[in-house]
Each structure stands twice: as C-alpha cells, then as structure tokens.
C-alpha cells in the first residue's frame, strides 16, 4: 500500500499548485483521503480531506476558499488545487489514508488517525 505525491514547487506569492495524490497497493474505495503540511519547526496540521464514498470534505480555516479538494477514484488519486498561496503556505504537503467513514469523520483533519503516509512533497511560496 503506497501513495506518492506530486506537484510541488517554488512559486511566488498569490500563484497557484495543484498537487496528486497516487495510491497503488489499493483502491479508494472506503478509504479517506488527507491532506496535511508541516513547516519547519512545527507540527504536523492538517489542511483538507475527502472520503471516496460520498465526497465529504472538510478544510482548515487557513486554506477555506483558496484550496480546493477533489478525488478521481477511477486513477485512484486525489487533488489538492491551491490558489491565492501565501509565504504562510510553505511546507511539506503530505498525503495520508485512513479507513472507514467513522474513522474520517472522527479524525478528519487530525493526522493521529491516519495509517498511511506518503513521502511528501516540498511547496515553497516565496517572490
């Protein structure tokens, strides 16, 4: 079981990324999808997620209206569209799975109920 992201990068301030998340090892189905970013020198916060069942999203206040959250089940990976990005958004985006509606609605944006970890990717917002 393996999710890979892709899509970072330096990009000046007010730019836009779209980042992926690949799964191979297993399906979406069932499964929630996290978004999550740590900068250095701080923790792990999460930024959205989505359950592949019915499109349940939820998003850190931080990124409400700039970020946006979508899932292709049929390629099995899911997107993070990041608009209007801010220094503040520099870190390390990873992706993370968790099983179970219960699971995801409990959790959600919280990293702790997650079990599996991409490697992450570097997003750098600077001019």
């Known amino acids: 079981l393996q999710l890979v992201e892709s899509g970072g990068g330096l990009v000046q301030p007010g730019g836009s990324l779209r980042l992926s998340c690949a799964a191979s090892?297993?399906?979406?189905?069932?499964?929630?999808i996290g978004w999550f970013r740590q900068a250095p020198g701080k923790e792990r916060e999460g930024v959205s997620c989505?359950?592949?069942?019915?499109?349940?999203?939820y998003y850190a206040d931080s990124v409400k209206g700039r970020f946006t959250i979508s899932s292709d089940n049929a390629k099995n990976t899911v997107y993070l569209q990041m608009n209007s990005l801010k220094p503040e958004d520099t870190a390390v985006y990873y992706c993370?799975?968790?099983?179970?509606?219960?699971?995801?609605?409990?959790?959600?944006?919280?990293?702790?109920?997650?079990?599996?970890w991409g490697q992450g990717t570097q997003v750098t917002v600077s001019s």
């Open positions: 989505i359950h592949s069942s019915n499109s349940r999203t």
């Open positions: 090892g297993f399906t979406f189905d069932g499964y929630g």
């Open positions: 993370a799975a968790i099983r179970g509606m219960l699971l995801f609605r409990l959790w959600n944006l919280s990293p702790n109920g997650y079990n599996y």
